[in-house]
Each structure stands twice: as structure tokens, then as C-alpha cells.
């Protein structure tokens, strides 16, 4: 969903076999381990770095209304 405006890694929307929901995971190195970023009951729709890389805001839903809400994971 986002490239790291400095590193090569790499954030993906994944669901995970078993699952319900879209997570949020960091892909640091090409062909690498998915590493979780996000354990949430509800879906992440976006994310992104921040300019300089220090952060990620995503957006979810609540309850499956539809109105995202805005997150930030440090």
C-alpha cells in the first residue's frame, strides 16, 4: 500500500489464510517475511508512511459502517 520514503521496504494490506480481515504488515528485504503491524478486529483500508519514514497512519472502519478513522502506529 506504501513504499518507505527512505528504506527498501515496503507496507502491505495482507489477510492472512483463516482470517476475516485485511491487516497491515511491513516487508522489509524482496522476498522477505511478512512482519504484522496491525491486530484489528475491523479491516485497514490505507496507510502510509509518514514524509520522513518515522511513523505509519492507517485508516479502519468501525463495525463495518464505512466511516474510516485515522490511526497512528509509531
Not at 12 to 23: C, D, F, I, N
Amino acid at each position: 500500500v506504501d513504499w518507505h520514503p527512505e528504506r527498501r521496504e515496503m507496507l502491505v494490506a495482507h489477510r492472512e489464510a483463516g482470517a476475516s480481515t485485511l491487516q497491515l504488515y511491513r516487508l522489509a528485504q524482496p522476498m522477505g517475511a511478512l512482519e504484522p503491524l496491525t491486530f484489528e478486529p475491523e479491516p485497514v483500508v490505507r496507510a502510509l508512511y509518514a514524509p520522513d519514514g518515522r511513523f505509519i497512519v492507517f485508516e479502519r472502519g468501525t463495525g463495518g459502517n464505512e466511516a474510516a478513522q485515522v490511526f497512528r502506529l509509531d
